[in-house]
């Protein structure tokens, strides 16, 4: 069974009679009806209405949905942050531990700031950092405290980590 593609659309075309308008549609002679079955033009577009409550449609769905990128944006910078953070607090850790100090050498050294106050901070991932390590000097192990901060925030770290460090005792057996 053969099925004409244009069937369904074959209706829409007249004969032009150019002779009666003078106008030649350049369809192999056919020209647009005026009128559909249903009465209205076969030409006409949206309203202005309709294309109104569209617009009004896409603009709702569209204000939450540039929040969520600019929250997920937002998540994003601070958990990189977090990270680096994070990173810069074991690495200081890990130095301290691996410089072999003693309790007394920490408690000697004291607190202080990594790089000191009145040298640039460090620069990692477009930021700028401070370290600043503390010491209790209470009895018993020496508790260090690491604390990462913004360079353009000293009040609030953005990351610490804390431990604590005994002199190790070695006894000669004989």
């Keep these: ?11 829409c075309f007249v004969p032009a009679d150019e002779s009666k308008t003078g106008i030649s549609m350049g369809r192999k002679g056919f020209t647009p009806l005026e009128k559909t079955v249903r009465g209205k033009s076969s030409l006409t577009g949206f309203t202005f209405i309709e294309i109104m409550i569209t617009l009004a449609v896409i603009g709702i769905f569209f204000v939450p949905m ?52 009145d040298e640039p901070p460090l620069k990692m991932n477009n930021a700028e950092w ?3 390590r503390s010491i209790k ?16 925030n000293l009040n609030k770290p953005v990351a610490s980590v804390a431990t604590l460090i005994e002199d190790d005792v070695w006894i000669e057996l004989k």
């Design 66 to 117: 540039t929040q969520l990128f600019s929250h997920g944006l937002y998540s994003a910078v601070v958990s990189g942050d977090m990270i680096t953070a994070v990173n810069l607090c074991r690495w200081e850790m890990e130095r301290i531990k691996n410089a072999g100090f003693t309790k007394s050498q920490i408690k000697n050294e004291g607190n202080i700031w990594i790089p000191r106050l």
């Design 137 to 152: 000097h209470d009895s018993g192990p020496a508790e260090v405290t690491v604390e990462v901060f913004l360079a353009g």
């Design 130 to 132: 401070r370290i600043f």
């Design 1 to 11: 069974m053969f099925i004409n593609p244009l069937e369904g659309i074959a209706h």
